[in-house]
């Protein structure tokens, strides 16, 4: 049916809702509209937010079964909270230079760089701290072997360039 | 200590200073973790892309049927030629009886000449073997074909005397090791002889099929697994798979088969093109490899192949096949059926003896009845077309009775199979098909006992309960967790453990955990698509899982390198299938452009994508990478398709809408290509270009001319001596990444 998008409102929700069912269904392994809860993180993820692990938490809160979590969430469930997520613009993306400042934060040589040992004790014992699995993945492109430290500009400039760009419009 | 009422500004500080540190660590960790979700999905939707394009052969198959169809009704050889090239895409090639084969593919007289540097093999084989095949392979040395075909002949001896179904038992070797799909890929097989240890009286091995095919040394692991199961016979357990087929090595088959193997063997082309160098189907790599000697090399095999055991099961508890099992998986019969008999599971079975013993009569004089060594399908027709083969040549109308008769026959029948079926009255061609020499074998249809090879070598398990037909791949069923069950139940088995898909960790668990799939072949869609497996069974059961990835280049890539180049090779296949449905695109989308204004929505971008292409991906998600500009959220979607078409090599002289034709229809061209091109040489002369070309153009509504077909050959570097290395050709119809 060729019908013409609308601009208003049912439209775009309408739209939103056919990429969160979009970003869910590719990880809805046994075509059953449920998916994973280690799971939801990546998907909320790939839809253009940036939660921290609390804000996480607390989505999943609202997304989980009531009586018993049973490891899975359901499409149904899930949709309504998303989608109000997206609509509220919420987790909003980490501009450029906000990162930048962060790492510069934790120079405090105001070198330039942070070294591997500064990088790992930052990410591993502060804030929500990163599973060694997640640090060696972060160093395996960010650092630079020779001098063992992270230039953190080039590698921000690094990572952005990868990241098409598709937040919800 | 005096302080005042405030806070010592030191303490202030660093503490500030701390949580800024904090909050600093939370905001990187947050993008982050973004980062690496996105990159989760990336990886995803790619390994979907792979996987949809890879088994979306349904249209190809449905288009090649249709054209054979379209053949038989509307083409008429006006002259010798045309007959001769019609009759060679309609008339199967030899079929060797025993006594034949020995004959043909004799080794004895052939010398080994002093300045061959390879290993020399003698029977009956020893370890030692082994050894200098493996380091010989290592160095890319080449076994001289007098040993090649002398271990086939010794291996179809040894695969002779097993059974259907293998047992092994794990108080005799106390370990079994089981690999899956290696598809010519021989550092891999390499890697688990590496990790894993040689196969020996205290190390078995159960290689679950598809060996071949894909790879580029699909050979050399053939010998290699050969010469283990020779020297460690008891140790050593080979399955077929579904590429251990003659149909499916050749890509192209006879008239009898013809169909169900462009099924099939379709979905093994639409895997090539589209991801890594589709030249290497193993008869090619065969003959390339074996100029003199190549086809009586290709004969053996084929001949091995049928002799390859059907099932291993172990400890009467694990069964291991090649593909799954069905609701009608019946392993009483299976253990009991020849196995031998079923050359090649795409090609039918022998025609009702009424319907063409007139014509079989005038062909050659011979009665084509049953030969006794069990050679299915085909009568043995003479290989060259020769005047006296084609039905009375003088009469056009029969000669194409004769072929609309025979491919028609076929047609039905694998209609019927694959549930298409356009015939009401059920032909009684098939009903009587008990195997004329072995009137005292039980009564099971030659058709029951097809099924259930075809069946066990090509099923997948869905997650659905049920069971329905694997219409994607042409054969065999998708079976649910039911089936499954059931089949436990019934033979008291603990678990499946099969092959024949691609996991991206080299193994994955289904149904339960009670279906394993283990799959060997590591990087096979691009280098670091994903890793390979083998498991290990105690006594216990218990599977212990290794996996590798066998590229030294994947290993020092990082996870957003490799799911970058993976993912090039994913989305550079997806533009090619947009590229080829290019006017189909442009109509959906003026369906959503009633203006005229040649802008869309992103939004109805990907619905009327899909809705042209059918292949069930998440478009908004891949949005992104195959859409680079818009306006404010609309798409200019002529400039956009143009730079598609942008993307492929100077072909400018072509007209577009040729160029989508030979895209869309590519490997169904290359099948036909090859039924030509009968000697495997991969060149088909101009003239048979000429003649193909035009049949096809026709059957596609086309309007090409004389002019236009030759423009076609110009516009790639023909051979001068008349001949078209096809390869060639449908490379130059290939996306090639626009350089920047």
Excluded at chain 2, 312 to 339: A, C, N
Aim: hydrophobic share 35%; glycine share 4%.
């Amino acid at each position: 049916m060729a019908e013409q998008e609308g601009n208003g409102e049912d439209g775009a929700v309408a739209e939103i809702e056919k990429k969160i069912i979009e970003a869910f269904e590719v990880f809805d392994h046994e075509c059953n509209k449920t998916v994973d809860v280690r799971e939801i993180g990546s998907i909320v993820r790939s839809l253009g937010c940036f939660p921290t692990e609390a804000e996480l938490h607390e989505l999943l809160a609202k997304v989980e079964e009531e009586e018993e979590p049973t490891g899975y969430i359901h499409l149904e469930k899930f949709l309504p909270v998303m989608t109000k997520v997206l609509l509220n613009r919420s987790y909003r993306p980490i501009p450029e230079d906000v990162l930048l400042h962060a790492f510069e934060a934790l120079d405090e040589n105001k070198c330039g760089y942070l070294t591997k040992d500064e990088l790992v004790k930052h990410m591993t014992e502060e804030g929500e701290p990163f599973t060694e699995e997640e640090m060696e993945e972060m160093l395996s492109s960010a650092l630079d072997p020779e001098t063992n430290t992270v230039h953190y500009r080039d590698y921000i400039s690094m990572m952005i360039v990868d990241e098409p760009e598709d937040l919800p419009q | 200590m005096g302080s005042g009422s405030s806070v010592n500004p030191n303490y202030k500080y660093s503490l500030q200073k701390s949580e800024n540190a904090f909050k600093a660590a939370v905001l990187i960790q947050r993008w982050y973790r973004r980062y690496v979700a996105r990159l989760e999905m990336r990886r995803r939707c790619t390994w979907r892309i792979f996987q949809s394009i890879e088994y979306a052969c349904e249209q190809d198959q449905i288009k090649l049927h249709n054209f054979f169809s379209y053949l038989m009704d509307h083409f008429t050889p006006s002259s010798s030629k045309e007959r001769d090239f019609i009759s060679r895409m309609f008339i199967s090639g030899e079929s060797f009886k025993e006594a034949e084969l020995e004959r043909y593919c004799d080794y004895e007289s052939m010398e080994v000449p002093d300045s061959y540097t390879g290993p020399h093999l003698s029977f009956p084989l020893l370890p030692d073997h082994a050894t200098a095949l493996l380091e010989a392979f290592k160095q890319k040395q080449q076994l001289h074909a007098r040993y090649v075909l002398n271990l086939l002949h010794e291996t179809r001896k040894h695969l002779k005397q097993l059974p259907n179904i293998s047992h092994v038992s794990t108080c005799y070797s106390e370990e079994v090791t089981v690999c899956g799909d290696l598809h010519g890929q021989l550092d891999d097989l390499f890697l688990i002889f590496y990790k894993n240890g040689l196969p020996s009286p205290s190390k078995s091995y159960v290689f679950n099929g598809d060996f071949v095919d894909r790879g580029k040394q699909s050979l050399e692991i053939l010998i290699i697994l050969f010469t283990f199961l020779l020297i460690y016979p008891k140790e050593v357990h080979l399955n077929r798979g579904n590429h251990e087929d003659h149909m499916v090595n050749l890509r192209y088959g006879f008239c009898v088969g013809l169909i169900t193997m462009s099924v099939a063997s379709l979905q093994n082309l639409t895997e090539l093109p589209f991801f890594c160098s589709y030249r290497y189907g193993f008869a090619k790599e065969v003959m390339q490899k074996y100029k003199v000697h190549g086809k009586k090399i290709l004969k053996m095999i084929q001949n091995v192949f049928c002799w390859l055991p059907l099932a291993t099961l172990i400890d009467q508890k694990v069964l291991i096949i090649h593909g799954g099992v069905s609701d009608t998986t019946d392993l009483d019969m299976l253990e009991k059926i020849q196995r031998n008999k079923f050359i090649s599971v795409l090609r039918g079975k022998k025609r009702k003896e009424s319907n063409r013993n007139v014509e079989i009569q005038e062909v050659n004089g011979e009665n084509a009845e049953a030969d006794p060594a069990g050679n299915e399908a085909l009568p043995s027709l003479p290989l060259q077309p020769r005047p006296a083969q084609a039905p009375s040549m003088a009469n056009r109308l029969e000669f194409s009775r004769w072929v609309r008769q025979t491919v028609q026959e076929q047609i039905e029948w694998c209609r019927r199979l694959v549930d298409i079926s356009e015939s009401e009255d059920e032909e009684p061609t098939y009903s009587s098909m008990v195997s004329l020499t072995d009137l005292d074998a039980p009564c099971w249809t030659r058709q029951e006992e097809w099924k259930q090879i075809l069946d066990i070598l090509w099923s997948d398990p869905m997650p659905q309960e049920g069971c329905r037909e694997n219409k994607v791949r042409g054969g065999g069923c998708y079976f649910g967790p039911d089936v499954t069950a059931k089949i436990l139940e019934k033979y008291n088995l603990q678990f499946l453990i099969r092959s024949h898909e691609c996991k991206q960790e080299g193994y994955e668990f289904c149904h339960n955990r009670k279906v394993l799939t283990i799959f060997s072949a590591s990087n096979y869609y691009e280098i670091g698509s994903n890793r390979g497996a083998y498991v290990k069974l105690g006594p216990d059961l218990v599977p212990h899982f290794v996996q590798y990835q066998a590229n030294k280049t994947a290993h020092t890539l990082t996870m957003t390198q490799r799911i970058s180049r993976v993912e090039e090779s994913a989305f550079r296949a997806l533009r090619e299938k947009l590229f080829a449905h290019t006017s189909a695109l442009i109509s959906a989308f003026k369906a959503y452009d009633k203006d005229n204004t040649g802008r869309i929505t992103l939004s109805n971008w990907a619905t009327a994508v899909e809705s042209v292409l059918h292949l069930g991906l998440p478009w908004r998600m891949l949005r992104p990478q195959l859409v680079r500009t818009t306006e404010d959220g609309m798409l200019e979607y002529k400039s956009w398709l143009d730079d598609l078409a942008m993307e492929q090599r100077s072909q400018e002289r072509i007209q577009s809408s040729l160029l989508e034709v030979i895209y869309r229809n590519r490997s169904n061209l290359e099948t036909i290509f090859r039924i030509i091109d009968r000697d495997h040489s991969g060149l088909i002369s101009f003239e048979e270009f000429h003649q193909t070309w035009k049949l096809f153009s026709s059957h596609m509504n086309i309007e090409l001319t004389d002019d236009g077909i030759n423009d076609l050959v110009r516009s790639i570097d023909f051979n001068k001596d008349g001949n078209i290395d096809f390869n060639e050709f449908l490379e130059a119809f290939r996306l090639v990444k626009q350089t920047q």
